[in-house]
């Protein structure tokens, strides 16, 4: 099966603001970003399009030509519960410390760890595989977290090394699994 992840574009939040699971503007670039994905995917054609519930995902898999996608929450962003929309360098919670020291394992509070959020996107590929054989080419308009999760899955590559680099937004990245 090929897959086909494409991360948003940029949003309209501040450099350092914590967002997640929060349904945040895009930026006025949009467009503009937009444009050079439908490009990059020029004239694919896809035997399923799933997108993240998020109006971020929704509106560019809209605007790539996809207006139907299936919304599916198990490849939303981390959910970071109390730690939403706080700057990282004014959380005041204990757990922040905690959190930085095994982001894998440790959940914001209220939230969700990294390894909660590849359960669930593991979830969403197995239901993929079980599916049908004829759902070969996917296509999923997705967050940073997500592609973290799909390329150290099928690709192997370091956990730290995708979380200090995270693919740019209006990334499209393609895997065979």
């Known amino acids: 099966m090929k897959i086909t ?10 450099r350092g ?9 895009l930026a006025d670039t949009f ?16 035997d399923k399009v799933f997108t993240s519930p998020l109006s971020r995902c929704r509106k560019l898999a809209s605007y790539c030509g996809f207006p139907d996608a299936i919304s599916d929450p198990r490849i939303i962003e981390m959910n ?22 095994d982001y894998m394992n440790v959940a914001p509070t209220g939230g969700e760890s990294a390894m909660q959020q590849r359960s669930r996107f593991i979830d969403f590929i197995d239901s993929l595989r079980n599916e049908s054989p004829t759902t070969s080419n996917i296509a999923v308009f997705t967050h940073g977290g997500i592609l973290v999760h799909a390329l150290n899955i099928f690709t192997g590559q370091d956990y730290d090394a995708l979380f200090r680099k995270i693919p740019p937004f209006g990334s499209v990245i393609e895997l065979t699994i």
Request: a negative charge; hydrophobic letters at 35%; one cysteine or more.
């Open 17 to 25: 603001i914590c967002y997640g699971h929060t349904d945040v503007e």
């Open 31 to 46: 467009p503009q970003e937009a444009e050079k994905v439908a490009e990059r995917l020029g004239s694919c054609t896809f």
């Open 80 to 101: 970071f519960g109390e730690w939403e929309m706080q700057d990282f360098n004014e959380i005041k919670d204990p757990r922040l410390q905690e959190w930085f020291d």
């Open 5 to 14: 992840l494409i991360r948003h574009t940029s949003v309209a939040v501040p």
